[in-house]
């Protein structure tokens, strides 16, 4: 118990010294020794391995530098002056950060997915890239060695240094916690001295959908509302939004007499420069279109290697029935300009705004489930395209739907995912700024790590290969 309480003490002095390097006041001069500093959670303990860690230049006794995925606030300050270190990644990614960047090829250099792969200058250690459910490009690092230097800058060292101990740390940068995570032949079985775990929603109120669930409801909304087929409601519960665009069969074919002929409906989606495609397939597939963006952001998706994706791009407007905006260009007032420059084609807008930050939980929602409530209230969990909910300001020529979607993990799915993984400890690395924060996904920690010992259950059952 001795040790526990000290290595909980050490541990949270480790969060105030990390603390006062993530200060936000900070601002690196030229002078020597005049950067900031990396927090613990950025370099392994007891590894020359830093990831997702650029902001912080060259790092004491790192000799590998890992990228989880091409978003900006993992690779910050990361440029074509690059200098510190090799930068290991996936090809995705690779191809990524060379052409959104001008990474010098030299210090890229992208591994295979599901391979363990020996780390140069690293004592030793293996890694192994698992896709992340996140972003193209986006992976899981599971590194496996031994202890064999104390690199970072943080004061506090590891006693397992030149042990022959073998760890095992599980990185997760960002993902969407799926029962193929947990089911991995690299991570099936083995014990995980460290997750570091992407927490961006660790908190009982985003218990959004199943991913799948909602990529397949906005392709049958969008084939419905272009085809003028009112939408159908399996659970017979929301009529709100049927009514929205078809109150009948016979409003559906006055709407339709009354579009000039050859004029159709345009489906636009927002996307951040690397994520949503999922969304973006799933829509065109449905309704047999080509999908149109602007070149810039065509040759971002040229470099993610998705020959489904590549056979749907067109550089014709009009041949695109799907085209891909910026996500805040989902709003009515930068949609109807959007909309004229093509009004010879297209008499009305359908827009789909995909963001988590989209869900909001029912009223009287319990703050402070027990586990094996979030486990049956998730489980129990459907969702179809009756409950997408239009936007303010929508109308019949311009539709906009919220979509509660997101590629990181809801509360639900991280819970599933900590029940049904063999660890030793946890380590936040989203929204770990504030101590009361810090202190709030602790707690849940605490509840999954005894859950974990009165189960006798090894893995939380699955609907579906993709979500529980």
Not at 88 to 93: A, M, N, R, V
Not at 125 to 137: D, F, K, R, S, Y
């Amino acid at each position: 118990m001795f040790s526990v309480l000290m290595e909980s003490r050490k541990e949270n002095e480790a969060w105030k010294e990390a603390d006062v390097a993530e200060d936000r006041s900070f601002r690196p001069t030229r002078a020597p020794g005049s950067r900031r500093k990396a927090p613990f959670y950025k370099v392994l303990q007891g590894m020359p391995i830093a990831v997702d860690a650029f902001r912080y230049g060259t790092i004491p006794n790192v000799t590998a530098y890992f990228l989880t995925h091409a978003h900006s606030d993992h690779y910050t300050n990361l440029s074509s002056s690059w200098k510190s270190g090799p930068i290991y990644c996936s090809e995705g990614t690779a191809n990524l950060i060379i052409h959104m960047l001008s990474v010098d090829r030299k210090w890229v250099h992208p591994l295979p997915m599901d391979t363990p792969v020996e780390v140069p200058d690293t004592g030793g250690v293996t890694v192994t890239l698992i896709e992340a459910n996140h972003c193209p490009g986006s992976c899981l690092f599971l590194f496996e060695g031994r202890q064999t230097v104390n690199a970072g800058d943080s004061a506090f060292r590891s006693h397992f240094v030149g042990t022959q101990r073998v760890f095992r740390y599980l990185h997760c940068g960002d993902f969407r916690a799926s029962p193929r995570h947990v089911m991995h032949p690299a991570v099936k079985g083995k014990p995980l001295d460290t997750v570091y775990l992407d927490t961006t929603y660790l908190d009982p109120k985003y218990t959004f959908p199943p991913q799948a669930m909602v990529i397949d409801s906005c392709a049958e909304l969008a084939k419905k509302i272009v085809h003028g087929e009112g939408a159908s409601n399996r659970h017979g519960a929301n009529r709100t939004m049927n009514s929205f665009f078809t109150s009948s069969t016979s409003e559906v074919k006055r709407e339709a007499e009354e579009t000039p002929t050859g004029q159709r409906t345009l489906v636009v989606v927002g996307t951040y420069s690397i994520g949503k495609e999922r969304i973006v397939k799933a829509i065109a597939n449905a309704l047999n279109t080509k999908v149109y963006c602007d070149a810039r952001k065509a040759a971002i998706l040229r470099c993610q290697n998705d020959p489904e994706l590549d056979a749907l791009l067109t550089k014709d407007p009009v041949q695109g029935g799907v085209h891909l905006l910026p996500l805040g260009m989902i709003v009515s007032d930068k949609l109807k300009p959007y909309l004229q420059r093509f009004k010879s084609t297209y008499s009305r807008v359908l827009g789909f705004r995909p963001t988590g930050w989209t869900y909001t939980p029912p009223s009287g929602s319990d703050m402070s489930p027990s586990i094996p409530a979030i486990i049956s209230r998730g489980q129990a969990k459907v969702f179809n395209c009756a409950d997408l909910r239009p936007m303010q300001k929508s109308s019949f020529e311009l539709q906009m739907y919220g979509v509660p979607y997101s590629e990181h993990s809801s509360f639900f799915e991280l819970t599933c995912f900590a029940l049904s993984c063999d660890w030793r400890k946890m380590i936040a690395t989203v929204n770990v700024g504030k101590e009361t924060s810090r202190a709030k996904m602790s707690k849940w920690v605490e509840r999954w790590e005894a859950e974990k010992k009165k189960s006798t259950r090894d893995m939380v059952p699955c609907r579906m290969p993709d979500y529980w």
